[in-house]
């Protein structure tokens, strides 16, 4: 679905990404975990073409799709759901959904139910302020507001950052039920012991390298990974 080759990511003279080539394959969940710093968000702004690559191609099904834009790469059914959630505060829940199908032209309701059902707390909130929504009910909406695109991978970057565990816990289902529903997913996670229990495949990133690959079950029995990642 997914190929990343060479790909070299510089800001202003310094390389934050090194020269990484991984594969996302069709229908999986991929999980890249690494420390503060390491690269991941870089990564996947890159992806979606929001910062220009130094070096390397990424192609999308057989396309290349490093140079094109931001809106394009999102039209070809490639999305993310950026760090920090990033909602319209001033908006409510259904603007904010409305904007993620800003590039299609063919009628929401179908898409609006499916993320009504996904989250059928978006549904009772739907006029509600988003900036109004708990921190859990946001990373909801981010999601759903990247659903609407219809993508048929989603990137999400730490959508567990700063919730409850058992909200997090709602997080990680839904991400399997996006994923059962046929949609590919890329997952960045500090919370690599979560992230790596759902994933069929892991890598590792560590200032700017890929440094280890598996299965998920494969990294969470890792020595290297537990000591690093799993604090244990
Ligand atoms: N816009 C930017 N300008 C300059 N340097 C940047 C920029 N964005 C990121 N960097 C640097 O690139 C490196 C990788 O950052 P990145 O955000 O990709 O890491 P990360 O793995 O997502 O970390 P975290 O887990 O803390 O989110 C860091 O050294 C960071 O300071
Ligand atoms: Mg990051």
Redesign the pocket.
Known sequence: MLKIDELKVS??G?E??KGITFEVPERKIVTLI??????????L?TIAGL?KPAHGCIHLQGEDITSLSPDRIVSKGLTLVP?GRRVFPDLTVLENLKIGAYLRTDSLEDDLNWVYDLFPRLKERSWQAAGTLSGGEQQMLAVGRALMSRPKIIMM??PSLGLAPIVVKGIFDIIQEINRQGVTVLL?E?NANMALKIADVGYV?ET?RISLTGSGRELLANEAVKKAYLGS
């Open positions: 800001y202003g310094i934050a990404v690494g420390a503060n710093g390491a690269g991941k968000s870089t990564t702004r910062v760090e970057d730490e960045i500090q990133l700017g």
